[in-house]
Antibody
Framework: QVQLVQSGAEVTNLGASVKVSCKTSGYTFSAYYIQWVRQAPGQGLEWMGWINPNSGGSNYTQTFQGRVTLTRDTSLNTAYMELSRLRSDDTAIYFC?????????????WGQGSLVTVSS | QSVLTQPPSASGTPGQRVTISCSGSNSNIGSNVVSWYQHFPGTAPKLLISMNDQRPSGVADRISASKSGTSASLAISGLRSEDEADYYCAGWDDSLSGHVFGTGTKVTVL
């Protein structure tokens, strides 16, 4: 069955970086985009970006102004989201999800979420 | 702020039908498909509807959805206590070249 398992909770400092992993199984990793979404405390879901595991190409919302880097390791069937220059409002649960076979496809399977707490 | 607007809340008594709207524009709902998610805060969202009105395997047939023009809606019939959750519409936005989520609707079962 399709599974996405994310790395554990992180507590990190203002201005630092955090890297969240998303290990997939149960399907052909390179065939489906990986999407990243976050939810800050008391807020709604916010789409962050996608990565094409086949080509490594990625795109993300301008909200993050180049602070986010999406990568993947096809040998491990794992995608990564790194967020730098962390601010207090980056405290959130970060989710990865299996998107479609094109960038337009929305998430059908989700990771369990990774809580990132930015401490001052 | 999201470009897809939902009512912040909706409610009903057990057995009733609740409908949630999602209002967008020509650059998103008007030209792309819509999905709907159920979300219990702190857990992974669950896909309820894809491709505007398609229920994935395992989703109850009490759940239905439709799209017309630049708006979409989700309906939950035979409301149950376990339906109490947050619900989000989502879709691709051509102007933003990315996905967008709706503002979210909290459903309360009275």
């Amino acid at each position: 069955q399709v599974q996405l398992v994310q790395s554990g909770a992180e507590v990190t400092n203002l201005g630092a970086s955090v890297k969240v992993s998303c290990k997939t199984s149960g399907y052909t990793f390179s065939a489906y985009y990986i999407q990243w979404v976050r939810q800050a405390p008391g807020q709604g879901l916010e789409w962050m970006g996608w990565i094409n595991p086949n080509s490594g190409g990625s795109n993300y919302t301008q909200t993050f102004q180049g602070r986010v880097t999406l990568t993947r390791d096809t040998s491990l069937n794992t995608a990564y989201m790194e967020l730098s220059r962390l601010r207090s409002d980056d405290t959130a649960i970060y989710f990865c999800g299996r998107g479609g076979q094109t960038r337009y496809g929305l998430i059908d399977y989700w990771g369990q979420g990774s809580l990132v707490t930015v401490s001052s | 702020q999201s470009v897809l607007t939902q009512p912040p809340s909706a409610s009903g008594t057990p057995g009733q039908r609740v409908t949630i709207s999602c209002s967008g524009s020509n650059s998103n709902i008007g030209s792309n498909v819509v999905s709907w998610y159920q979300h219990f805060p702190g857990t992974a969202p669950k896909l309820l509807i894809s491709m505007n009105d398609q229920r994935p395997s395992g989703v109850a047939d009490r759940i239905s959805a439709s799209k017309s023009g630049t708006s979409a809606s989700l309906a939950i019939s035979g409301l149950r206590s376990e339906d109490e959750a947050d619900y989000y519409c989502a879709g691709w936005d051509d102007s933003l070249s990315g996905h967008v989520f709706g503002t979210g609707t909290k459903v309360t079962v009275l």
